[in-house]
């Protein structure tokens, strides 16, 4: 695979970052901390850490339930296994074309532009329940009331966010509600700001459009949103019990604003796996806490590990089940692509 800009820019963010986490942490101090943190409670992290995937297959599958109906959990599970091992080991985030490619190669039923569409949906739900959960951590009474942001109080921060998620749910919805109507507009408005782009961005929203049907239904929408709701209690749940492991006491609040600036901080350009954008994160977070660097930072790597390589070892295997190469999954893509752009320009 090439590696490309975006791959070159991801390495060099990612090496700043984790050259920032370590530069002022005696790295003897965290070999230390490791070799005295509690084993048990590192295998519990370990196993809390891997639930969230079958918990994703799991969202995943009722997320599709209207363009393929009562899918089996095994084709999800193992394509979501071989989409998070591209994520930890290819540049660019590559592991969501993967994951594409494993299930719709596994259940031809599935069509790739409604495989890929389901994935964006996936995504919001976990951008507004990760927010979500941390404006219930900046709110908690045990959040650090002398902690301030530019001056202004934490939980007026937190209040604007609660208000911009309900906003956003609201706009989830009504896109859902009226895609022709959404789709017509997207088209519009690329032909008048980017010509060349107005097919691809028509073929993309209305691929979009199909896979925000899980919202149509209160019911299917309530099941996606207590889905992801637990997958991200769990990684939560991961990421107190590795606190413990090290020694940092901290209340379950902790794992859940810890987990949202991770997961802002990771939405920048990085390496695969998030390395350095992981640990620097974790090192700014912490500490709001009144967590020491060096235990922040012992966390962070001792998790980074621990939750990195099990999903990775079991997508690799998966993968090389399938027999396969990366240059398959391009092949796919494109061709997926010029069939979707020819039938979105065939329509009337």
Not at 130 to 150: C, E, G, K, N, T
Not at 301 to 311: D, K, Q, Y
Request: aromatic fraction near 10%; hydrophobic fraction near 60%.
């Amino acid at each position: 695979m090439r590696l490309g800009a975006r791959g070159a820019i991801g390495i060099g963010v990612s090496a700043l970052l984790l050259w920032f986490a370590l530069r002022d942490v005696p790295f003897g101090h965290v070999i230390d901390a490791l070799r005295a943190s509690d084993l048990m409670l590192w295998a519990l992290c370990t196993v809390a850490s891997q639930l969230i995937f079958p918990l994703r297959a799991r969202r995943w599958r009722t997320i599709l339930d209207p363009v393929a109906p009562n899918l089996p959990l095994g084709p999800l599970w193992r394509a979501t296994a071989i989409g998070m091992m591209a994520n930890n080991v290819l540049p660019a985030r590559a592991g969501e074309l993967v994951r594409v490619f494993a299930l719709v190669r596994e259940r031809p039923d599935v069509r790739w532009s409604s495989a890929l569409a389901s994935l964006a949906v996936d995504r919001v739900f976990d951008a507004l329940c990760v927010v979500l959960l941390l404006v219930v951590a900046m709110l908690a009474p045990d959040f650090p009331s002398d902690f301030v942001i530019q001056g202004r109080p934490v939980q007026s921060i937190a209040i604007v966010m609660a208000l911009v998620v309900v906003l956003a749910f609201a706009a989830l919805f009504a896109f859902a509600q009226w895609p022709h109507t959404m789709e017509s507009l997207a088209v519009r408005i690329a032909g008048t700001v980017l010509p060349r782009y107005r097919d691809r961005v028509g073929a993309l929203v209305h691929a979009l459009a199909a896979g925000l049907a899980v919202v149509r239904q209160p019911s299917r929408f309530l099941a996606t949103f207590g889905w992801a709701l637990v997958h991200w209690l769990m990684n939560a749940l991961a990421f107190w019990f590795g606190f413990h492991a090290v020694g940092i006491d901290a209340p379950f609040t902790t794992a859940l604003f810890v987990q949202g600036i991770i997961a802002i901080g990771v939405s920048v350009p990085s390496s695969a796996g998030f390395v350095g954008v992981f640990e620097y994160a974790a090192k700014l977070a912490l500490p709001v806490y009144g967590v020491d660097p060096v235990k922040a930072v012992t966390w962070a790597l001792g998790f980074h590990f621990l939750s990195f390589i099990p999903i990775t070892a079991i997508g690799a295997w998966y993968f090389l089940r399938m027999g396969v190469q990366l240059a398959d999954v391009h092949a796919a893509e494109a061709a997926e692509e010029r069939r979707v752009t020819g039938e979105h320009e065939a329509s009337p």
